[in-house]
């Protein structure tokens, strides 16, 4: 029934985008969907034209496809990953309607999972903008057959689901952290940085797998007298990468081993599941989290000047939107839209990530 509410909840909102506002609302949401499409369509070529070339050169032909594989499934979920810390942060401890969702659920659960849902959701942007058109690339080219091409979509969205976990488990352990070691209005700014310091953890993992390895030893260009390179040194590359496991099912979907990318699916498929476990035991203590991070900022104080409510976040804003002088109507403008933009925490943990 709660979860039925939820839908509703939502489906309506959108509807209401739509409905409530002007063309421009349609227009956004259309001029979005073509830079989609067209970001989409990059990624496609761009692995189509990788693909086709690994295969003229009968030296990497088997190779060459595992180690684009690795890299961009590695930079997929990384991407899943930090966005789904940012969103997890707002989406279960600064959502503004929670109050009113536990007042009139029956079980706070409820909140919880639609949460958990909510997140990986909006955290799947990586997995349609390259994940997908990857795997269309590598069809087109290698002509997989349907079965191996069915457990490689899947073995990209189990992951892309993992992924998004492993950043709501993230958030989970961060507020367990803060809520044991804070109090007051500390507690929700040590929720962000053990946040951020995990996703530099991550970040840090993952940049050391794409650029701290010698791609000639990875495809042993050094032994004159191998004939074809192996997949061995890349393999051992990448396996303690959560990454390795779908990449693997794509590679054996690749070279028609239906039944050996099954097991790496399966690997994948047990791995999301622990993850989603793990969840399901840390929020049981999400109603108690929830109270703590709802009590607010506010602290009563004495006021010692006109500027004694000005708060970090209103010190960035007013600073990146006063620099240089409003000589134009468009410069009036663009300060403007910077200043709505940046005026909350999360967008500007957002624009820090995009930035980055």
Known sequence: MAAKLFVQYYIKRI???????????????????????????????FAFRGFEFSQKEQFIAEAAPLY????????????????????????????????????????????????????????????????????????????????????????????????????????????????????????????????????????????DGLVNTNVGELFQIEDIELAVATIDRIVDNFKYYPSHLPALTMHSAQTGNTGVAFNYFTANALMLAG??????????????????????GFEARKRINAGGDKNILYSITTSIAGLGSIKTSSRALFKKELLENLRTAKNIMWAGFLTF
Do not use: H
């Open 15 to 45: 509807r209401r985008y739509f409905t409530d506002g002007s063309s421009a609302r349609a227009l956004t949401a259309a001029a979005m969907l073509v830079v989609f499409f067209l970001v989409g369509l990059g990624v496609f070529l």
């Open 275 to 296: 993850a989603i476990f793990a969840y399901y035991i840390l929020k049981r203590g999400f109603l108690r989290l929830w109270q703590v991070f709802s009590e607010g």
């Open 68 to 207: 684009i594989y690795e890299l961009f499934i590695l930079i997929i979920g990384f991407l899943i990953f930090a966005s789904s810390i940012i969103a997890g942060i707002f989406t279960f401890f600064r959502r503004q309607d929670s109050g009113r969702w536990i007042a009139v659920t029956p079980s706070y659960n409820s909140l919880a999972w639609t949460g958990f849902t909510k997140v990986i959701i909006g955290a799947s942007w990586p997995f349609i903008l390259i994940a997908l058109p990857i795997l269309l690339a590598a069809r087109s080219v290698f002509s997989i057959a349907l079965g191996g091409f069915t457990l490689s979509f899947f073995a990209l969205v189990s992951f892309s689901v993992f992924c998004a976990s492993l950043g709501i488990l993230v958030v989970f352990l961060s507020a367990y952290g803060s809520v044991k070691l804070g109090s007051g209005t500390n507690t929700f700014r040590l929720l962000v940085l053990f946040s951020l310091l995990f996703m530099l953890i991550g970040g840090y993992a993952t940049w």
